[in-house]
């Protein structure tokens, strides 16, 4: 009964938010009449061999469901509600204003920033704090060290989300309870500790877990395992969102059903095997872990949807009715609507109940082909459940996301059974990074392989032409053509003995004949493959040191790689001995992370070498995540700043304390530093020498470095001007080489003529942007560089991207990104 009570209730949800209320009176008078007759023509017993067409009990679940629907349809009705009188929201685009709050959800790193929802609670008016309600946003910078449960005092001017062409940022935001955004704001941290005591334990381990990860692993497949294992998807570089989303997979990287689904299918498969099926052991267990899972992700809303529809299943399970499961889900359902009614048009909802329906429909039918072929318990189990989901959930995403992916099903095929792998493994790395990182790095490296398999899935299949097409929308006939087919499909092999003899007359067509053909070729070529678990676990090993063999890097030469950062400027520099020098970060984002992740090993976790050769915050700002995420064995830097010091990393506003500084960084990572002076050099035999030209400035602002590798030489110039170019030619230090990088990304002031006569460069590399605020580079200085050196030899990362030398200090190859 309960099944048809919940399907009424949906229904009523559904119509009421369509068509409005209909006439309740009338529905609830007729069936309360039902309900009545179903009482009074109540029989006591059946006589035998009678079975009558309609008994009392259908006549009371008919009026119970009329009831079910019209009270649904009322709930609906009293969701509309006004804005509160002292909502935060009132104050939107009113200039600045004061409040009071408290941080309410773990703050979300994105990949320019960071994001902080504040819970308002007061605000400043006429001199006067008065209670107010409301979720703000706050932007904030990367390394900001918000938590959940700070209380913070925030002046700045708050603004209404905004709305884009084709997703209206603000309806999003709103669903979520976010009213109001404010950028750049002054802040003052007046408290902590605010908040459930647990959650702040939960969510603390949350961030170390994150931390864990991005020391153990490179770019992108650390923001990626942090988006899909711990919820943190704003840092995933935009490039990566693009391919999973034309390639059909973005759902892969979302914690929602699907994921929670998978999660439960691991442990139910771990569980057994290691517990033997004591049924309430083992369903006692999963429970437990899936609720610590969906509050360690953030708690957000569709991972709770997701383990509450989970818990139905598994609650079905551990009462010994299975088969109740369904109706289980089905109420999961409605109580989830019942609470709010918005919510069934939810995308996140719609597929945590669709990828738990998968898990009861269609896991099993999957499970039984992985025990026909011998597959081990773990994986068996891991792979149906994944299969499960991907089958009942696709065709919604291409609905919901106004793209038809025709790589999409294939691709979700061969990319999903890499989610267990991942999930465990970057698990397993996570929390063995947090006793030990060369541990964590030795399981990384095991992660790296399934995670670098799905990157390489979803940019092959992304990179494929027409894999995706824009739609307006696709048509709601199609979904439901498709559930229709699964609903038939399902029935079809539950009831297959029924029909074997039709199936019979199909098979011994030409389908039997093809079908037969293939199934005798796959056993020729499987032949003699063993399925033991051995072979499972030394696969990958094997796998990883060949991958590594592979890609190693190459001794004996050395490789200069100009780095597309985006804003500033960054250089990497391997030796012939594969050392790795970085000079400079850039103004820091995931761009510094993701080029460094492109060229350094997927084991390579540490820089011999941090040049800073300037503390303005276009250099220097990047390396603060690079002394988060790598070992740095040694820092050379300059003793001075610019005339406008930056050495507090927070973002405009953020209060003292809150965010890092470079000094407390340098202490806490333990990094050994050395002050910039004119001779320092590191040298690799006599092949490779690293020198600090120091400029005649007693300021030290900039400091001058040349490369020399055998005959071939480079000149890094960080920001210098004219001034500084005279004293360097005054000084008669030893100017000329091969590649010279442009100063202070060809401004005026810079460049000059003599300057270029006394280098003689073969090549000139400009950094940063083109036409970028201030004017870089001038045309002055592109035409005198043009000259000296010619439009063959002129590269620039903003049209070319990363620019790589490479030199056995006889000969240079370059090498250009695009």
């Known amino acids: 009964m309960l099944i048809f009570l919940s399907l009424a209730w949906l229904a009523g949800i559904i119509l009421g938010q369509r068509f409005g209320w209909p006439v309740w009176s009338v529905g609830i008078f007729i069936s309360g009449a039902l309900i009545w007759w179903g009482f009074k023509s109540r029989k006591p017993h059946q006589q035998q061999n009678v079975q009558p067409t309609w008994t009392p009990s259908v006549w009371m679940v008919i009026g119970l469901s009329i009831i079910a629907f019209l009270s649904a349809s009322l709930r609906v009705t009293e969701t509309t509600t006004l804005q509160p009188e002292l909502s935060i929201a009132a104050h939107n685009e009113k200039g600045d204003v004061e409040f009071l709050g408290t941080v309410n959800s773990p703050p979300e790193l994105k990949e320019r920033g960071m994001e902080v929802r504040i819970q308002a609670e ?29 209380m913070l005092r925030v002046q700045g001017r708050l603004e209404a989300p905004p709305q884009f062409p084709g997703f209206d940022y603000r309806a999003y935001l709103a669903r979520q309870g976010i009213t109001s955004i404010v950028y750049q704001p002054g802040v003052e941290l007046i408290g902590s500790g605010d908040g459930n005591w647990f959650l702040r334990g939960i969510y603390s381990f949350r961030q170390q877990l994150a931390k864990s990860l991005v020391s153990t692993l490179p770019e992108p497949q650390a923001s990626l395992t942090n988006g899909i294992l711990l919820g943190f998807r704003g840092d995933i570089p935009g490039d990566i969102n693009n391919a999973f989303a034309q390639s059909g997979t973005t759902h892969l990287l979302a914690i929602s059903g699907q994921n929670i689904t998978i999660l439960v299918g691991i442990i139910l498969g771990l569980a057994v095997w290691a517990l033997g099926r004591r049924r309430p052991t083992y369903i006692i267990v999963a429970l437990v872990i899936v609720w610590l899972y969906a509050l360690l992700v953030g708690g957000q809303p569709p991972v709770i949807r997701a383990a509450i529809m989970a818990s139905m299943f598994l609650i079905a399970e551990y009462i010994g009715r299975p088969g109740s499961a369904p109706t289980a889900l089905v109420l999961s359902a409605a109580v989830m609507v019942g609470i709010s009614p918005q919510m069934i048009w939810d995308t996140s909802f719609q597929l945590s109940f669709l990828s738990m329906a998968g898990l009861v429909y269609l896991t099993p039918y999957f499970h039984k082909l992985g025990q026909k072929s011998h597959i081990p318990l773990p994986i068996s189990v891991s792979l149906s459940v994944s299969l499960g989901a991907i089958v009942a959930t696709w065709p919604i995403i291409a609905y919901d996301f106004g793209r ?50 799905l990157l390489w899935v979803s940019q092959g299949f992304a990179a494929l032409p027409a894999a995706s097409i824009p739609i307006q929308s696709l048509p709601v006939s199609f979904v439901i053509g498709y559930y229709s087919h699964i609903v ?67 001794r004996g030469k050395a490789e200069v790689s100009f780095l597309n950062v985006i804003q500033g400027e960054s250089i990497l520099i391997r030796t012939p001995a594969n050392h790795y020098i970085l000079i400079d970060g850039g103004y820091g984002g995931q761009s510094l992370n993701l080029e460094l992740g492109k060229r350094l090993p997927f084991w390579q976790r540490k820089l011999d070498l941090v040049v800073l050769t300037t503390r303005k915050p276009d250099h220097m700002w990047g390396l603060r995540e690079v002394l988060q995420r790598y070992q740095v064995k040694e820092l050379w830097q300059v003793t001075a700043s610019p005339p406008k010091p930056v050495t507090q990393f927070r973002g405009i506003g953020d209060p003292p304390g809150v965010s890092l500084s470079w000094e407390d960084l340098l202490i806490a990572k333990d990094v050994h530093s050395l002050s910039a002076e004119r001779g320092l050099k590191l040298k690799e035999g006599d092949y490779f020498t690293l020198e600090v030209i120091e400029p005649v400035d007693s300021k030290g602002h900039y400091m001058v470095l040349r490369l020399q590798v055998g005959e071939v030489s480079f000149l890094f110039t960080s920001d210098i001007g004219e001034s500084t170019e005279r004293a360097l030619m005054a000084d008669r230090v030893n100017l000329e080489s091969t590649v010279l990088k442009v100063a202070n990304y060809g401004a005026d002031g810079s460049t000059s003529d003599v300057f270029l006569s006394s280098v003689n460069p073969v090549a000139a590399v400009v950094t940063g942007g083109i036409n970028d ?45 695009k």
């Open 773 to 817: 605020s201030f004017g870089h580079p001038t045309a002055d200085v592109m035409e005198r560089l043009k000259q000296k050196v010619g439009d063959a030899h002129l590269y620039m990362t903003w049209q070319n991207g990363a620019i790589d030398f490479t030199t056995d200090g006889k000969r240079l190859w370059v090498k250009k990104e």
């Open 404 to 453: 038809v992916s025709f790589a999409g099903l294939p691709a979700t095929i061969l990319a999903a059974p890499a989610l267990p792998a991942i999930m465990i493994t970057s698990g397993i790395a996570a929390l063995l990074g947090l006793v030990s990182t060369n541990l964590g790095m030795v399981t990384g490296w095991v992660a790296w392989l399934p995670l670098s398999y």
């Open 488 to 554: 038939s499909i399902s029935f079809t092999v539950a009831y297959r003995e029924r029909l074997k003899p039709f199936f019979r007359t199909v098979w011994e067509s030409v389908i039997g004949k093809v079908a037969r053909w293939i199934v005798n070729r796959a056993k020729i070529l499987f032949e003699g493959i063993s399925w033991k678990p051995v072979t499972f676990a030394l696969a990958p090993i094997a796998v990883l040191i060949w991958t590594a063999t592979l890609i190693a890097p190459v």
């Open 122 to 150: 007061k605000i400043k008016e006429r001199g006067e704090w008065k209670p107010v309600a409301g979720v703000v946003l706050l932007r904030a910078d990367r390394l900001a060290t918000y938590q959940y449960g700070d």
